[in-house]
């Protein structure tokens, strides 16, 4: 159980990763139609009921919904994707407001040295680097805690989609506080040490 917590947790939060750093750099960075309305749709995101997120989730993979056909409802992707979409929206706003958050002549000198686009975008994402870690713990921090929206499209089924967080609830509903706050202590852990690792490799970055 704890192996698919961490299998859920770190495959959400990699997808998050990949689309939420370059999409929060690009809302920083560049100006198009809408910007404003999509800055406010993300920062609405980064607050959204996950129990709500479940429930869109739960009825676009449902048999009558429009993904109904992949059949991945009560599965470990369906809780993948709605733990994406719930954590996306975090690691988006938190990049972008770190990338706006740097000096902003610093882009008009590597211009002046002879930097392409992507040498500036490079060197901007490295001075946000620290801002851009706290939105991944952020982003980790939602995903392993999620209870709602992976209990509404997971089934929390015994061996298939059961993870920690549905089987403290479960444990604890069933007055099996023991047990529930054992689990609890384990998830804890999980958390305390994958949070370490981070803030030790943010140590070893402003060193460097």
Do not use: H
Not at 73 to 92: C, D, G, K
Not at 102 to 115: H, N, S, T
Not at 133 to 157: D, H, K, T, W
Not at 165 to 172: N, Q, R, S
């Amino acid at each position: 159980m704890a192996l698919r917590s961490l299998q859920v947790t770190i495959t959400a939060l990699g997808i998050c990763i990949v689309i939420g750093i370059p999409a929060g750099a690009a809302l920083a960075l560049i100006r198009f139609p809408g910007k404003r309305l999509l800055t406010a749709l993300i920062y609405t995101g980064m607050g959204f009921p996950p129990v709500v997120i479940g429930l869109m989730v739960y009825l676009l993979l449902s048999r009558s919904g429009p993904l109904g056909s992949l059949g991945w409802l009560f599965t470990l992707r369906a809780m993948i994707l709605a733990q994406i979409i719930l954590a996306t929206p975090l690691i988006v706003g938190i990049t972008m407001s770190s990338v706006l958050g740097v000096d902003p002549g610093l882009q008009p000198q590597l211009r002046a040295l002879g930097a392409t686009r992507w040498q500036i975008v490079r060197a901007l994402l490295l001075e946000a680097r620290f801002g851009i870690i706290v939105g991944v713990v952020a982003g980790f921090g939602s995903v392993i805690s999620e209870v709602g929206a992976v209990m509404l499209v997971g089934g929390n089924i015994e061996g298939r989609t059961r993870v920690m967080t549905t089987a403290i609830v479960l444990e604890t509903r069933q007055g099996s506080f023991d047990f529930a706050l054992a689990l609890g202590i384990i998830l804890l852990a999980l958390s305390f040490i994958t949070n370490l690792t981070m803030v030790l490799g943010q140590g070893k970055l402003s060193s460097s």
